[in-house]
Structure formats: structure tokens, C-alpha cells
């Protein structure tokens, strides 16, 4: 799919939010969310964050030779 960026975009279009309403429920400036998304970078925290705060959730692994590891 490409970079996580783009799937908290995606994200958000499903939750039916934008990035102010995001940047709301996380504590943080709109402008703090625009710059992450921008950069792509967020911790994994950031993502568990991001994904409650989206009534979602969010399982990071790694594929290894199709085994999860």
C-alpha cells in the first residue's frame, strides 16, 4: 500500500475524521499532525494512539518469509 501516512489518510476518511479532529482527541496542534504526516514518521505508540483515537486498531509485525514474526 505505501507508507503509513498514507493509511492514517485512509484511516481517517473511514473514521469520518480530519486531521483537527485527530489532533483533538491526541492533545496535539493540527500542525504537529500535518508535519508527522508529512515526514511519514511515527512510533508505534503514536500509532496505537492514533488508531484508539480512530475507534481502530493497529497490529504491527513483521512478514518473514510468510511467517509472522
Not at 43 to 54: G, Y
Not at 57 to 68: H, P
Amino acid at each position: 500500500m505505501g507508507s503509513m501516512a498514507k493509511k492514517i489518510e485512509i484511516l481517517l476518511i473511514e473514521a469520518g475524521m480530519n486531521k483537527k479532529q485527530l489532533a483533538e482527541k491526541l492533545g496535539t496542534s493540527s500542525a504537529n499532525i500535518s508535519g508527522k504526516l508529512k515526514r511519514d514518521n511515527f512510533s508505534e505508540q503514536e500509532l496505537n494512539d492514533i488508531a484508539e483515537a480512530c475507534g481502530a486498531s493497529f497490529k504491527g509485525m513483521f512478514l518473514f518469509n510468510e511467517k509472522e514474526i
